[in-house]
């Protein structure tokens, strides 16, 4: 099984940065995946991560380290539109890939 | 089109009901996916079809009963449901099962079962 942990909620100022982590411990771990979600929408790709390291994308980026069980998510210059859950999946591979989400972190994002 | 659909938006049924959910993607996705998403949970893996064929059923109970018409469809069949399963129910694709390839979310069928 799957254990993934995020902070369940986080604040932050328009305009700031702010680092959501993600913590996981997986037998055959394939990818981490951030997805964002909007209240009472679907689930939107961010970034995916399957090597140690930083991806960048735009104003957001994510880093791995699988020695770790790690991850996390940037977010720079944030906006009021930010406000949103963050969801870590991770991939494993048992004869074949599933996607196993965390709980997710809610950030509100205030002017 | 990089869209994934899903009709009903809403759907409110009753314990004895039988309803459809329905879901329709045009990328030339070979994997599609159900997901239960409660309030304030993150999404839950029900059923996963591959090249049309169902791969992975998560231990889900009967009364749901998926079927893959075809490449582009995906169904989600309801049966006296209780009112536990009510919850937002995501269809997602990507290109194939085992790639490295991001899923793709529709908008989901919010589902209340009075």
């Known amino acids: 099984g799957q254990n993934i942990d995020q902070p369940t909620e986080m604040t932050a100022t328009e305009g700031a940065i702010v680092q959501i982590n993600c913590t996981y411990q997986?037998?055959?771990?394939?990818?981490l995946f951030w997805y964002q979600q909007h209240a009472g929408e679907a689930p939107t790709f961010l970034s995916y991560?399957?090597?140690?390291g930083l991806e960048e994308k735009g104003r957001f980026s994510s880093f791995l380290s699988r020695s770790k069980g790690y991850s996390y998510l940037l977010l720079k210059e944030l906006q009021m539109k930010d406000s949103a859950s963050y969801l870590c999946?991770?991939?494993?591979?048992?004869?074949?890939?599933?996607?196993?989400f965390g709980k997710g972190t809610m950030l509100l994002v205030s002017p | 089109d990089t869209e994934v659909t899903q009709t009903p938006k809403h759907l409110v049924m009753g314990m004895t009901n039988k309803k459809s959910l329905k879901c329709e993607q045009h990328?030339?996705?070979?994997?599609m996916y159900w997901y239960k998403q409660k309030a304030k949970k993150p999404p839950e893996l029900m059923f996963v079809?591959?090249?049309?064929?169902?791969?992975i059923n998560e231990s889900v109970p009967s009364r749901f009963s998926p079927e893959c018409p075809n490449s582009s469809l995906l169904n989600l069949h309801l049966h006296a449901l209780q009112p536990e399963d009510s919850a937002l129910y995501l269809c997602?694709?990507?290109?194939?099962?085992?790639?490295?390839?991001?899923?793709?979310f529709g908008p989901g069928t919010r589902l209340t079962v009075l």
């Open positions: 079809y591959s090249y049309e064929k169902l791969s």
């Open positions: 997986t037998s055959g771990f394939n990818g």
């Open positions: 991560n399957v090597l140690d």
């Open positions: 990328m030339g996705h070979r994997a």
């Open positions: 997602a694709s990507s290109q194939y099962r085992d790639s490295n390839n991001e899923q793709f």
């Open positions: 999946a991770v991939r494993d591979y048992r004869g074949y890939s599933t996607l196993t």
